[in-house]
């Protein structure tokens, strides 16, 4: 027996990502609207009602705009958006986050999908913190490098039409839409600095967060990574001289993985925590397939 998903807002970026890893899948059977009702609220009420999971692709004005009408259907929802990745009521949808999270996703109603930024902040930080080695209100910075893809369709026009000739900084007034994700489902009581940067590649990322380690530094960093992701999952925790000297933030392009190290100067306690994943994968539409898979029964990693 297939199982029904509708992607609401399948021609965006995420959208089409996620059709793309669905369509040819024996185990699922996609609804789909004629380009014309796409926009139609009562076409696509009915697309909901005949589907046993939706993953909404949608900006959070159109999120919010659609979901009390799901409230009372049966249709189970994982949402794309940053609409609900705070929200009590929506279970975060980072399988490999914390003990527990695999199960919680697997018995969700509402599931919210993470960010690309805040997946690898996530990881990188929450360790540390239930491990005690690092305090929930320490001062972190959290230093990132995405593909263009990550901006949507409006960002790849610029790159990919000559607009913008190099890479670039932005979001340094600390507004970014993922830093109160990153603070929730680390336990952070102190908001981070974050500075993310887009680079001149479509698709890729690395996120950095340097830390000064009183105690054991990259070393017992390292191993608290180690004992935070033993059960594995898409989260892999490898040693620096697997990445080589210079990190490819592409190095995982097209698949769901995430790969985590530890780099710094023992002598110090300098420490760098880094993580490398595809913006669309892990960081998006591959972890939305996780968890409509996780949801469905499909995926017991």
């Known amino acids: 027996m297939t199982a029904k998903v509708f992607i609401d807002g399948e021609v965006g970026t995420t959208g089409l990502q996620i059709r793309a890893r669905l369509e040819n899948r024996p185990d699922i059977t996609l609804i789909s609207l004629p380009e014309e009702h796409r926009k139609s609220r009562l076409a696509r009420i009915g697309a909901f009602g005949e589907a046993d999971v939706a993953i909404l692709c949608l900006p959070d004005a159109a999120v919010h705009e659609i979901t009390p009408d799901l409230a009372e259907m049966p249709v189970r929802v994982i949402d794309a958006s940053t609409a609900h990745r705070i929200d009590p009521d929506w279970v ?9 999270q695999r199960a919680r996703i ?20 929450r360790p540390l913190i239930d ?15 995405s593909g263009y893809t990550g901006g949507g369709k409006s960002m790849i026009a610029e790159f990919e039409g000559g607009t913008v000739s190099g890479g670039f900084v932005y979001g340094t007034s600390q507004k970014h839409k993922h830093l109160p994700e990153i603070v929730a489902h680390t336990g952070m009581t102190r908001k981070p600095i974050f500075v993310p940067q887009v680079g001149h590649f479509a698709q890729g990322m690395i996120v950095q967060v340097p830390l000064h380690l009183a105690t054991g530094g990259p070393a017992a960093a390292f191993a608290a990574l180690q004992a935070h992701y033993a059960a594995g999952g898409s989260v892999e925790v490898v040693e620096r001289a697997e990445l080589g000297d210079r990190i490819d933030p592409q190095r995982l392009n097209g698949t769901n993985r995430m790969q985590l190290t530890v780099d710094g100067d023992p002598a110090t306690g300098a420490t760098v925590l880094i993580a490398v994943l595809d913006n669309l994968g892990k960081g998006a539409s591959g972890a939305a397939v996780q968890n409509l898979d996780i949801m469905l029964g499909l995926d017991t990693a």
Request: hydrophobic share 50%.
């Open 131 to 145: 491990a005690g080695m690092i305090a929930p209100d320490h001062p972190v910075t959290i230093n990132a490098l």
């Open 92 to 100: 975060f949808g980072f399988a490999e986050m914390a003990p527990g």
């Open 106 to 125: 697997a018995g969700a109603k509402r599931v919210s999908n993470p960010g690309c930024y805040s997946t690898g902040a996530i990881a990188l930080i």
